[in-house]
């Protein structure tokens, strides 16, 4: 079963850029958010995201992973490939 992969993100964030290289260079699929001035948008994000309001907030599966920096720590330590089996 092919994971679902769903990533909140501004347009000009470096760290949502970022995020976004390490899915695609993956090969993953993921649904894109785009949640530039639509607060609306952004408090949907935050409740499921435990009130973190920053971008990008991704999630696997329904679960919350976190942002880029947390992306990244998971793909060092190798646990991102077993969450997107």
């Keep these: 079963m092919k994971p679902t992969v769903e990533i909140y ?3 000009h964030c470096p ?4 995020a976004i290289q390490l899915l695609d260079k993956k090969g ?7 949640i530039d001035g639509d607060e609306i948008a952004r408090e949907k994000m935050a409740v499921r995201a435990n009130a973190r ?8 599966n329904d679960k919350h992973i976190g942002g880029c ?6 793909e060092e330590k190798g646990e991102l490939d077993r969450l997107l089996q």
């Design 28 to 34: 993953i699929k993921y649904n894109r958010y785009r």
């Design 9 to 11: 993100t501004w347009d």
């Design 69 to 74: 920096d947390d992306i990244h720590a998971l």
């Design 15 to 18: 760290y949502c850029q970022r």
């Design 53 to 60: 309001r920053t971008v990008p907030q991704i999630f696997i």
